[in-house]
């Protein structure tokens, strides 16, 4: 009979530095909660209308357009709500009529299902390929907003962020790859993210990097017919996050470790240094999964297989649920794999706050536990 998972310990040597591999809320850097318990009677219970909540907001928002390098006329919004409720917001505030998704799995086809339901907007067109592939943007005249993620989360496949060769705005769900992965801003209209993924935080806010024609379609629509509940109301977060605040009040300890992160990634060297950090924690979680007997990359072409959270595959004989929960047992967390797919896999965040040898280390453990389990 196979062992109890949760009685093997790991080797001393065989436990990462930090044990956090979950794909969100991801590992925050202790260097950020340090800060905020040092920031706490200055900081947090404090107005967010005033400086000190504002200076933060303003920094998060001078510091990701400098991460990003955008071009004169991006502008840089948020709100609460996290990447959900900006789908609620996108659907009434960006989509005119008729909304082009690519769906390749749970959070793509997630948004595609807002605009399919909403009253006010045409059918969308959907397109959509098995989990573990992704399928391409086709032009199509009679759409007017093109929306896809730069990595499907939930199955652990990239894209390359460009656009279909028309003229409708281009929407990129970058939740989790914003800050890992490379990105051309003039290739996207709105480029949105959330805050507890790549960019070590914690959740409840969402970012919008937007081009100016995303924001003369938010700034048309909002002087339209169509109703917009307020707090989903991007000429109301456009008009906020020009005066560094939110519409309600914020997460402020969401904001706190969001701009410790944005600071941290650009005195690192900016996406250079986060993306180069992602490529080698990449390089050497599929370079293990490819020299494994009883362990392979769930996503067939390389170069679709996620810098930022990678899918493994496990061979039968080997119950990756076990490892899991072994893993789990050692204090290394959050490996499993998204459970709707339901595959004997785990999953393994690479965001750039993970540091590539505790991706190494981990690779060792799971061999060990692997022939301790069998
Ligand atoms: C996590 C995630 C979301 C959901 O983000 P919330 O902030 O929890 O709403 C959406 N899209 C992708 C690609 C994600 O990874």
Not at 68 to 89: I, K, Q, R
Not at 213 to 233: N, T
Not at 335 to 364: C, S, W
Request: net charge negative; proline share 7%; charged share 20%.
């Amino acid at each position: 009979m196979a062992a109890d998972p949760t009685t093997v310990s790991l080797p001393p040597e065989l436990i990462p530095g930090d044990g956090r591999f979950g794909s969100g809320p991801s590992k925050v850097r202790p260097e950020a909660t340090r800060a905020l318990a040092d920031a706490g009677a200055t900081f947090l219970g404090t107005s967010h209308r005033q400086p000190a909540v504002r200076s933060v907001v303003g920094s998060i928002r001078a510091g990701l357009a400098d991460l990003f390098s955008l071009p004169d006329g991006y502008e840089v919004l948020l709100g609460n709500g996290g990447s959900t409720a900006f789908w609620d917001a996108a659907a009434f505030g960006l989509v005119e009529h008729r909304a082009e998704h690519l769906v390749f799995g749970e959070f793509s086809s997630k948004f595609a299902a807002v605009t399919a339901a909403a009253p006010f907007l045409d059918d969308p067109v959907v397109l959509k390929s098995e989990p573990g592939t992704h399928p391409e943007l086709v032009a199509d005249a009679t759409v007017d907003t093109y929306a896809y993620p730069h990595n499907e989360t939930s199955t652990g496949v990239m894209t390359d962020v460009h656009r279909p060769g028309d003229d409708g705005l281009v929407l990129v769900d970058a939740t989790s790859g914003a800050g890992g992965l490379p990105v051309e801003p003039t290739h996207f209209d709105v480029y949105y993210f959330a805050p507890q993924k790549c960019f070590a935080g914690d959740g409840g806010l969402w970012l919008a990097l937007c081009s100016p024609a995303a924001i003369e379609r938010i700034e048309r629509l909002g002087a339209g017919e169509r109703w917009v509940p307020p707090s989903l109301s991007l000429p109301i977060a456009l008009e906020n996050s020009r005066l560094d605040q939110t519409y309600n009040t914020p997460a402020l300890a969401s904001l706190f470790l969001l701009e410790h992160s944005v600071r941290w990634m650009l005195e690192q060297g900016g996406l250079e240094f986060t993306t180069a950090r992602c490529d080698r924690s990449a390089e050497i979680l599929y370079g293990w999964a490819e020299a494994s007997t009883f362990a392979q990359p769930f996503v067939a072409k390389p170069s679709e297989r996620s810098h930022v959270s990678g899918t493994i595959d496990f061979v039968d004989e080997v119950d990756a649920s076990a490892i899991a929960k072994a893993l789990r047992a050692n204090g290394v967390v959050d490996t499993e794999p998204y459970r709707k797919l339901g595959r004997n896999q785990l999953r393994i965040a690479m965001f750039p706050a993970i540091d590539p040898d505790d991706v190494a280390t981990l690779t060792h453990a799971i061999d060990y536990l692997a022939e301790a389990l069998r």
